[in-house]
């Protein structure tokens, strides 16, 4: 009699503990689910171009690459031509690495550090250049539904090491939507 129970109380969880490793849950674990992902937007710019009288506005556009959690890169452009005073106006090609920080509600916060170059038109088209630039930033995105976020708030401070045997330092504010192309969650 002894056997028997011992057999119907310890036959079920040898049979439960064998067949443990073979079932899955719905979700994958973080560790190991697929994080890469592609998100491309858009960007309207107001910033100090730290040249002239004006504050400069503009548009842009960003790509926005994640590897896993922890490796990212975000490559940007903008075009600030709006706003000009006596010409003067500012592009910027910028690439570099971006680190989550923490997300709060619904919004991802980051900072980035990209570098590049800038493009410079001067006063009254006397001259043109493109100058080394590095930017260092940070902002949030925020999700609105499971492909597309708003970037409630870009900031960014730009410095130019080598601009006409001087330095310049612009800075900025910017704002836009992406929308996820590939992958993630």
């Not at 849950?25 to 107001?46: D, E, H, K, N, Y």
């Not at 043109?128 to 930017?135: K, S």
Request: hydrophobic share 40%.
């Amino acid at each position: 009699m002894k056997r028997s129970v011992a057999l119907y109380c310890v036959l079920p969880l040898v049979l439960a503990a064998a067949a443990a490793p073979r079932s899955r849950a719905q979700v994958a674990p973080s560790a190991t689910a697929r994080q890469f992902s592609i998100a491309a937007g858009g960007l309207a710019s107001g910033f100090e171009p730290d040249y002239g009288p004006n504050y400069l506005y503009g548009v842009g556009a960003f790509v926005d690459v994640k590897f896993t959690r922890w490796a990212q890169i975000e490559a940007e452009g903008r075009w600030l031509r709006f706003n000009q005073y006596a010409n003067i106006y500012e592009d910027n090609y910028l690439i570099g690495p971006r680190v989550p920080i923490r997300r709060i509600w619904k919004a991802d916060t980051y900072a980035k550090v990209l570098g590049g170059y800038g493009i410079m038109n001067f006063q009254y088209n006397y001259a043109h250049g493109r100058f080394y630039a590095i930017a260092f930033g940070g902002g949030a995105d925020v999700r609105l539904t499971k492909r597309i976020s708003w970037r409630a708030v870009d900031a960014e401070y730009q410095y130019w090491p080598d601009w006409v045997g001087s330095t310049l330092k612009p800075y900025g504010l910017s704002t836009g939507i992406s929308y996820r192309v590939f992958g993630g969650r």
